[in-house]
DNA sequence: AACAACTAAACCTTTATAGGACTAGACCTA
DNA sequence: TAGGTCTAGTCCTATAAAGGTTTAGTTGTT
């Protein structure tokens, strides 16, 4: 029951908590430090216990509880591991099409070139104002009708692959692309929604009047490790816009 | 380890699960059945445990998870109660004033009065079409400036109470109210987010132009037990609604 | 090559125990 | 009356242990 004698990793953890949140935050920060892979499980229950010099209990009650808190997966007979975003509770989810089920999801991208990034852009992304950036400007459809425009600014020089291959190469969904080819993980991400109104332009491209309420979401997607690694900002009609919350 | 004889409480619950589970089902049940109010504590963990006949490792793992869920409110010392409704999640929240610090909040009720429930609300309240229904129409400010327009239905004869008592008598909040005037403890709530065009009236109330893009919040109350109490009908100015999510 | 049986490794369930920390109220003292 | 001290009641921390279930792979048989 001393604290004095503990695993070195516990060093830098804060000597007045329990011992449960000691290693719960040093877990947390191994997994934000990418020990794991999603592929490669934790050391088992026994060999973690030992390593930290605690009992098997208490680092099962730890690990249970990362995975309530959905860091962690775990399966009986398996292993434990890191879980992927998964990006249930995105606001985009609230997008709901007229048409319904047999409908397929597809993205072209309108536009890519090189910026200095504006002042909101580069204050998003945590870079220098007037740094180099890559913007893309998408279009996301249902079955060949357009129901998102979004603009995507990422930091350069480090998404540079993404400039140079062919917009053709690039699938419709870009987050397994900056896996793929930046070996670049997105772990989280902040939404914001508001109301604006739409400019002629974004107008054209969504099939509506310039002026009709649009939903606008930016989102700021970072990595394990909480940079910031992509800034988007997504307009939608609002009338097929509809967001639901359980409250207690 | 047998699972033949066990708390007679059990019964009802699911033979096949894992004990903790079943405990975890009928103490849900029990709160929900406002077994305990929110000032009186659940029995202590070592009497619980041998009400149900298991140990009270077992019992205070099913008491820290519904109190990670947040049903129930755990404090060392002191016991473990009922958690009263926070509304902490409420999309409400969102709605950004822009005075800032030193504003108080307020409500005017402009009308009330019974009505037969239109097929939208008894749809809600889950009540028969045309069954009468107590109707308030309400604004909502902060120093006297309006930013809310709230449609409120409720069910009668049940709210015949505040059908009755004078209009001023009303508190700011509601829900206090149904509380001490009829003894209903709202537990939870479902709310929905759209975005409408101001029509003439709530325009001229919102001191908006007509048209204006509108923040839209249905909200369906409920009671412990999952029975509808209420429904309302919020209209806000969308330039004035910023709703932030964190997503993994 | 296909299938079944076995086995080791991993997590899961349940109980038990010893001691610690916190809270509210009772009691005592000034 | 005001303020401290004590104490019973309650939840919290940490460990230990015995047995169960699930999974993935190995081995053996056909």
């Given at each position: 029951?001393?604290?004095?004698?503990?695993?070195?990793?516990?060093?830098?953890?804060?000597?007045?908590?329990?011992?449960?949140?000691?290693?719960?935050d040093d877990l947390i920060r191994r997994v934000r430090a990418n020990e794991w892979g999603s592929t490669t499980?934790?050391?088992?229950?026994?060999?973690?216990?030992?390593?930290?010099?605690?009992s098997v209990g208490t680092l099962r009650r730890v690990l249970a509880e990362l995975a309530a808190e959905g860091l962690l997966e775990r399966h009986q007979g398996r292993g434990t591991y890191v879980r992927r975003a998964t990006f249930q509770h995105s606001l985009?989810?609230?997008?709901?099409?007229?048409?319904?089920?047999?409908?397929?999801?597809?993205?072209?991208?309108?536009a890519r070139n090189t910026q200095d990034a504006p002042a909101e852009v580069a204050k998003a992304l945590n870079v220098e104002e007037s740094s180099p950036v890559l913007h893309l400007h998408?279009?996301?459809?249902?079955?060949?009708?357009?129901?998102?425009?979004?603009?995507?600014?990422?930091p350069l020089p480090q998404f540079q692959p993404i400039a140079n291959i062919a917009l053709d190469e690039l699938g419709s969904l870009l987050y397994p692309e900056y896996e793929s080819r930046i070996g670049l993980i997105i772990g989280s991400a902040t939404e914001e929604l508001s109301v604006t109104q739409a400019p002629g332009e974004q107008a054209a491209l969504l099939n509506c009047q310039a002026g009709d309420p649009l939903v606008r979401i930016n989102r700021i997607a970072r990595t394990h490790t909480g940079d910031v690694a992509e800034y988007r900002e997504s307009y939608g009609l609002a009338s097929s816009f509809r967001y639901q919350v359980e409250i207690n």
């Amino acid at each position: 029951m001393t604290r004095a004698s503990s695993s070195p990793a516990l060093a830098q953890t804060d000597q007045r908590l329990p011992l449960h949140a000691r290693v719960k935050d040093d877990l947390i920060r191994r997994v934000r430090a990418n020990e794991w892979g999603s592929t490669t499980p934790l050391p088992p229950e026994s060999a973690l216990a030992e390593e930290y010099g605690i009992s098997v209990g208490t680092l099962r009650r730890v690990l249970a509880e990362l995975a309530a808190e959905g860091l962690l997966e775990r399966h009986q007979g398996r292993g434990t591991y890191v879980r992927r975003a998964t990006f249930q509770h995105s606001l985009f989810r609230f997008f709901r099409m007229h048409g319904g089920t047999g409908q397929t999801p597809g993205s072209r991208i309108l536009a890519r070139n090189t910026q200095d990034a504006p002042a909101e852009v580069a204050k998003a992304l945590n870079v220098e104002e007037s740094s180099p950036v890559l913007h893309l400007h998408r279009l996301r459809l249902w079955d060949d009708t357009p129901f998102l425009v979004e603009d995507i600014w990422l930091p350069l020089p480090q998404f540079q692959p993404i400039a140079n291959i062919a917009l053709d190469e690039l699938g419709s969904l870009l987050y397994p692309e900056y896996e793929s080819r930046i070996g670049l993980i997105i772990g989280s991400a902040t939404e914001e929604l508001s109301v604006t109104q739409a400019p002629g332009e974004q107008a054209a491209l969504l099939n509506c009047q310039a002026g009709d309420p649009l939903v606008r979401i930016n989102r700021i997607a970072r990595t394990h490790t909480g940079d910031v690694a992509e800034y988007r900002e997504s307009y939608g009609l609002a009338s097929s816009f509809r967001y639901q919350v359980e409250i207690n």
